[in-house]
């Protein structure tokens, strides 16, 4: 490179923590866009690496991001987005351990390493080496922190495992770029990599608020030669949301002064802090005629050897039932890869490996691609297990190079294969390196593909499998399970009776599981701690025509007044959320509510909401694969959640704790605020009335529910990354009174419609503005369960909703009424008398009626009949 083209790099002494030299080498692209290409000897893309010096080395780029972001401005967009402050190290307390970690890396780095992929160290000396590489890594390790407000990012695909470990070494939300598709989440955003073989890169957040409501995004590749690809990022970041500080991480940054000042230039532009810190800093040399000459000495050498078939023994190993599904950093992931999920699968694989990797052994863990950090992680993991083996690591990439079996040249061989992808444009064609030549092959090659890949894709013909097996005797294929992004919405008619446009269902469809129990089974589960409300569900019926009967009646008295609360709630919503509110309901009792908040919008004002439906559980909390589909697809602050009514406010209290638990675990914020139609409870301060008065869609479940049942989460049912289930109940279609029920109180909007509008001009635009929430009702359940000796607030279910539910789905022990609301009970009296319940009146009573649940568990406890109770 340097004799031939005149291609020279250079260590810039004042501003470089290590030589330029120690860390990459050069070679000649297949690609005309750039000829040459800096292969970094720590990076372990290119070039089969010790596991743990590849770690390292991203564990002290983090180290150097740290003390960057502890720097106070020093004069705010115009400081310089240059390098390190006050030197070729930081100044400050890290400087130390700084210090000691340059020195110790730059020491192995002069070692033995085999940065080309040559002979081993001396079998001697590898005891000594393996402790100074393991004792680095817990050094950095120990300078592990939480940095809030702090979002990484790493580019597809040489830096995706290099960012997670800066993203791992600061603590902070992690994502990298990816030039893959067809994942079903919406692009945050896109950008070019203009010099690349693949230029285009998105990102895919299933947590979008964690971008943006970043205070300083870390940016972390391999390499900036010119940085217009951080530029394009930044640019593309910023117009998306933007952030006060941008950190450039890399290994290596050779830029020319000019090439620094545009960063400079572009921090001024946007108002933002941008500065950059890397490993080592200098300079490069490229002849103006290099793009000719690089081609004319290309064309002499040979081409990357085709797939064949090779004499390698190829086994593959199913990891599926050892690990849980693994989530793509491309997705986005909150705090640290787990390293219990890296040591099982290094167990299974020194398992596997036995007496076919002895001492002295080489072995090569290949990754794939975009997949980096895990097989990383598992290489550093293997290389513990084995301290008699040479472990290395490396992966597969998309980049052509060329390939020449001379020393000192970066890239000594290659092998080339076919992805599978069938692309026009050739990017189908797949490359590894450096281990096909005398000097680099290794005893056994352990293929670790993308999660979820199949394992036909790997063995056909021309594939991976095929390529590797032509470079070593032993071949291992680790296949491991995937967690998809998100399952797709259900929405009727094959789910539920509701129109598609009405509702979309975050559910997964259980219909075909017998999940129905006897209520008095079901409830002895529960209170005994067995079992979750959640896991089993009711038996449904078909109401019976006396009780059908009474339904009709209340609706026929209380459609006009759930027409005025509908439109009162969806007003304070609209203007809470600013005209543009998605609606979230929680299943099941909140989505008929959705449901007409949506038809108000629409028939009122002409605007078209959306609105799901997803699982909240007491106990559990809010599906936390639900909320992740939410934000992926909408700002997290316009959700609005929706609820039927409030009892003692559980639900409000769990929703509240399940926000705060997404939000600190992926990132997203969403507002605890719940809109319900009814709250006797006092309980939330969004509502449509506080009276306690039936809302018909108590009355029936499911066949005024949609025909869905409520929402179940059975582990049994319910993997990792599935959204919680429910039941279509499709054979009750004839008693079904879903849209019957929408289309009485729809039918009153013309009658309340000039009144709301009246009052909600003076509705406030935030929600201190609202009428407190006392929580009166809740310090009236704690009253009436000292009271009546159940000490258990869980057994006592306030209000007409929860006390038409107790009579339908428990096991009812009492119930109590307030004298002057008896008139509007009827339901609940005909209810109780069918169940045999005893019904007391209580004056003064807080709710128009409570029903307390049997206390099965509670000594001496009896029905209405002195006994016990048993299924009815």
Partial sequence: MRDALGVEVASDPGRSVLPVKALVGLALRRNPKRAHLLVSRVLAKHVPTEPGIATASGQLLGLLVRQELQVPDASGPDTPAGSLTGGSLPAGSLIPVVHEAVDRLGHLLDGPSCPDGGTAPDQDERPARLAAVSGLCELLAREQTELPGVVTIGYAETATGLGQLVAGQLGTYYIHSTRLGGSGVEPYGAFEEVHSHATSHQLLPTSRAALDLADTVVLVDDELSTGATIINTIRELHRTAPHRHYVVASLVDLRSAADRGRLDELAHELGSRITAVALAQGSIHLPESLAADAAELIGNLPQPEAAVAGPGRIQVADLTGLVPPIRSARFGVAGRPDPDQAGRIADALAGTLGSSAGPGARVLVLATEEFMALPLAVAVRLQGLRPDADIRYSTSTRSPIAALDEPGYAIRSAIAFDSGDDAPDGSGARFAYNFMHPAGRFDTVVIMPEPGTAVSELLAPGRIAEAVAGSTDDVRILTLPVQSTFPPPLVGPAFGSYLPEDVEWL?????????????????????????????????????????????????????????????????????????????????????????????????????????????????LGIDQSALGYLASRHRPEDVMFVDGWTGKGAIARELAAAVDLFRQTDGPAFRPDLAVLADPGHCVRIFGTREDYLVPSACLNSTVSGLVSRTVYNTALIGPGDFHGAKFYSELSGSDVSNDFLAAVTSQFPGVRDDVLRAAVHFPSTVAGLPDADWSGWSAVEEISRSFGINNVNLVKPGVGETTRVLLRRVPWKVLVRPEAMPELAHVLHLAEQRGVEVLEVPGLAYSCVGLIHPIHTPGATGADGKAVVDV
């Fill in 507 to 619: 559910l997964k469809d259980l219909s075909f599981a017998q999940l129905e129990a006897p209520k008095a089974e079901r409830e002895a589960a529960i209170q005994s701690g067995k079992a979750s409300y959640a896991e089993s569900l009711p038996q449904e019926f078909e109401p019976s025509p006396e009780y059908s009967a009474l339904f009709e009646a209340a609706l026929e008295g209380s459609a006009g007044r759930i027409a005025h609360a509908v439109g009162t709630l969806t007003e304070q919503v609209l203007k809470l959320r600013g005209n543009a509110p998605v609606l979230v309901s929680l299943a099941r009792a909140g989505t008929p509510v959705g449901i007409l908040m949506k038809r108000w919008a629409w028939e009122v004002n002409g605007l078209k909401l959306p609105h799901y439906a997803i699982s909240i559980v007491r106990g």
